[in-house]
Structures are given as C-alpha cells and as structure tokens.
C-alpha cells in the first residue's frame, strides 16, 4: 500500500457543483493531516489541517477517520478560482523523523464556468 | 516580503556543472526542507535539517549536499548536474515549536541540466 494514496483526477465540475476528494494512508501512526493546494508551477499553500472531529472552514470540509485510514475534503459551490491541485498530506509520526511529512501525488481539479 | 525565499528561481546549467540553491527564511523556523518535484511523482525529500547542527537524508540524498549556514538559511548544492536532476525544486519550513507539523513553502527553483 502506498504512503499516501490520491486520486490524479481529473475531476472537471460546472461552477458551484460540489466535489469531494479522499485519500488513504498508510501509517498508522501518523498524527497531523492536511490538505494543501498547489496551483500549477507554484509552491504547495496550506489549505487546512484535518482534525478527527472534522473541521469546517467556509466551503470547504475536512474529514478524518483514523480507524479507517481515511481522509476526505468537500468543496461546496465550487468556484473558479479554486481548479488547482489537491495535495493529502500526512505526517510520519514515529521517531525523529516525526515531523517530516509524506505528500500524495496530488487531485487535480477543474472547474468550468 | 515572502517568509521563504529561493535563488534563483530558473536555472539551466549542463551536465556536470556545480549548482547551489538557495533558501533564506524570516519565520523564525527551527526546521527547513528541500523537496524536489517531478510529473507524476510528486514532492519528494531531498535532505533536511532540525536545527543548525542537524542535517539528515531524506528519500532520495544521492547526487546533492545540502549546508545549514544559519537558522535562516539552508542552501542546496548538485556537486555534478545531471539531467534526471532536471526539477522543481522547494524549500519548507517548519516550527519546532507548533502544534502541529505544519510546512510552509518558498516560491521554488525551476533548474534545467541539458
């Protein structure tokens, strides 16, 4: 099983669909979960962390669900501005290497007016 | 100003030249990172560093140095450029001190070995 397992799309939605992502993990000591964003020949920006209670921040959701090893994010009306790439990301969590994070390969998505 | 920084962000060089990137960061970071990014495989690591005494490998080492000049600063050399060394190159900080390991990425390096 890979480290950190995407979906490469691509997911081409009309403006204000909602689309969801997941992503699977390995390591199941893993303890921080993110999503970035990474628009084309640019640097990865945060998006957000992902929190086992879930966490909301406008339209976007993030979900986590360790039994499963399992990471989802849902965009709600999606806009135009947000076709990018999608990174999952999680962190190694284990020994001194704890910090260091694993990247999936990225989803990338497109959104049409 | 950007919090990350790298020189230069486009370079071709030929195959067995000597190349250093470089990365200088005003966040206050203990950690910093070199990643390199290809089509279809994503960001993968290249070295990093805990603090200034501290320098590790990361997944693919072979063919780089990496130099923790001062907490700001953390260059990256190709001793003899080859072209499979043809990347987008990024520095990441990070803060040994945050909740969580949350990476945060300067604008990046194109480098081009012909």
């Known amino acids: 099983r890979k480290e950190v397992e995407q979906d490469p799309g691509p997911f081409n939605v009309p403006e204000g669909a909602t689309v969801a992502f997941n992503c699977t993990y390995s390591n199941s000591a893993s303890q921080s979960f993110f999503w970035y964003r990474q628009d084309c020949r640019k640097e990865p920006k945060l998006l957000m962390s992902?929190?086992?209670s879930g966490n909301e921040d406008g339209r976007f959701t993030a979900q986590l669900n360790r039994a499963s090893q399992y990471i989802s994010l849902l965009i709600r009306d999606s806009k135009l501005s947000d076709s990018a790439t999608y990174l999952c990301v999680v962190n190694r969590g284990y020994g001194g290497s704890q910090g260091n994070l694993i990247f999936g390969k990225g989803t990338k998505l497109s959104v049409k007016p | 100003d950007a919090d990350v920084t790298q020189t230069p962000r486009n370079r071709i060089t030929k195959t067995g030249k000597r190349i250093m990137l470089e990365c200088s960061q005003t966040?206050?970071?203990?950690?910093m990172y070199w990643y390199r990014q290809d089509p279809g495989l994503g960001l993968r690591l290249i070295y990093y560093s805990f603090d200034v005494k501290d320098i590790n490998k990361g997944e693919i080492s072979d063919g780089y140095s990496v130099s923790r000049q001062a907490q700001a600063k953390f260059s990256l050399s190709l001793e003899s450029a080859i072209p499979n060394q043809t990347a987008l190159y990024f520095c990441?900080?990070?803060?040994?001190?945050?909740?969580?390991?949350?990476?945060?990425f300067g604008p990046g390096t194109r480098l081009t070995v012909l």
């Open positions: 992902v929190y086992s």
């Open positions: 966040k206050g970071h203990d950690r």
């Open positions: 990441a900080t990070s803060d040994r001190l945050g909740s969580t390991d949350t990476q945060y």
